[in-house]
């Protein structure tokens, strides 16, 4: 079995940061690509950004030059460095990450969300 536990979201007026964390913990033998995802009210769920475990990134072009992913592979943990926020990035974000598991199975897997708030 193999969690994602996603922290830091919140309330942040336009023009503000917030840093999204999220662990992976469990049967785990290697992560792969983790990402971020978010789903706005009524819409569907888009890609933020990716990461590979080689460091190689991928972004969304609505959030390219102000956020920034990252991840530290001994921790198997992936962040979001969300800067210049603005209200239409108003979402709940979820964590997402290929994982071969101890079990030599490789799965996806996703975070339970967090609600991040751009609002004046």
């Known amino acids: 079995q193999v969690q994602l536990v996603e922290s830091g979201g919140g309330l942040v007026q336009p023009g503000g940061s917030l840093r999204l964390s999220c662990a992976a913990s469990?049967?785990?033998?290697?992560?792969?690509?983790m990402g971020w995802y978010r789903q706005a009210p009524g819409k569907q769920r888009h890609l933020v950004a990716t990461i590979t475990s080689g460091g190689v990134t991928n972004y969304a072009d609505s959030v390219k030059g102000r956020f920034a992913i990252s991840r530290d592979n001994t921790k198997n943990t992936v962040y979001l460095q969300m800067s210049s926020l603005k209200p239409e990035d108003t979402a709940v974000y979820y964590c997402?990450?290929?994982?071969?598991?101890?079990?030599?199975?490789?799965?996806?897997?996703w975070g339970q969300g967090t609600q991040v708030t751009v609002s004046s």
């Open positions: 469990g049967s785990i033998a290697t992560v792969y690509t």
């Open positions: 997402n990450a290929d994982v071969l598991t101890m079990q030599t199975i490789i799965n996806n897997y």
